[in-house]
């Protein structure tokens, strides 16, 4: 049964990200709305790293070896995103000008390369929560099923906007966002029988990128569109998962 909900908790998020990116594809989805989704995932995303993940993590690790491990996750997203592409879609939209979503063609490799390392660590953090307390496995799962829909919107739109038709912009969503199966896949069969020790590093991991994705999205959009609306989305996505990993220590 764990077994089934793993692969279900995998092919879940990837739908919601396809869901997203076909929503962009067919729908127009204006700036404001997603500013909005941005900033509720990016707050699910915090919550759960600090919530969630950081007490788990320090039942197993020493301190200095979580900051290590959270440390690696985040600077791994930060350079990725320095010197290949931004990491996250949802993340960046508000970086991108007209100019620049119609020059997408040209570095195209470098943003499916970038997303790829993004959807695989989702998929690990997936398989390594749900070897975890099931408030953290939830936790865990429900942040990254909230964040993909933007990423999956925001993706979609940055494709359109380069000039990438309807249907080949829904086949390389659905492209990058299978990474996500991938990592889901390579954590079940990897991560089954690992000690506490290992799967905490994996999950301190995750959080160091959870980080750098929650403070990246909505820096960028506090500082340049709708404050109010990304403080409130933002508050709304990490107090629902603090509220559930509440709920569900107490009701342990």
């Not at 996750?73 to 990491?87: D, N, P, Q, S």
């Not at 999950?203 to 994705?213: Q, W």
């Not at 403070?215 to 506090?222: C, K, T």
Request: proline share 2%.
């Amino acid at each position: 049964m764990a077994s089934q909900s793993i692969l279900f908790q995998i092919f879940a998020a990837f739908g919601i990200a396809l869901a997203g990116g076909m929503s962009s594809a067919w729908l127009a989805r204006t700036h404001r709305q997603l500013c909005a989704f941005i900033s509720l995932g990016a707050g699910t995303l915090l919550g759960v790293a600090l919530c969630g993940i950081v007490p788990e993590c320090l039942e197993s690790l020493k301190m200095w070896e979580f900051l290590l491990a959270g440390a690696s996750g985040y600077y791994l997203f930060a350079l990725v995103t320095k010197y290949v592409y931004h990491i996250c879609p949802a993340c960046a939209a508000s970086h991108f000008d007209e100019a620049t979503t119609h020059r997408l063609a040209e570095f195209a490799t470098a943003m499916m390369f970038a997303l790829a390392i993004h959807c695989t660590v989702d998929g690990l953090a997936l398989a390594a929560g749900n070897e975890e307390a099931s408030p953290v496995g939830l936790s865990i799962t429900f942040a990254i099923c909230v964040h993909k829909f933007p990423e999956g919107l925001a993706l979609g739109a940055l494709l359109r906007g380069g000039g990438v038709s309807r249907l080949k912009t829904l086949w390389l969503v659905a492209a990058v966002e299978s990474t996500t199966i991938l990592g889901g896949l390579i954590g079940w069969f990897f991560l089954h029988d690992a000690s506490n020790f290992w799967l905490a590093l994996a999950l301190a991991n995750a959080a160091g990128g959870f980080l750098y994705l929650a403070v990246h999205a909505v820096i960028g959009e506090i500082l340049k569109h709708h404050k109010a609306l990304v403080l409130a989305n933002f508050a709304a996505g990490f107090g629902i998962i603090a509220g559930l990993i509440l709920y569900f220590h107490l009701k342990a």
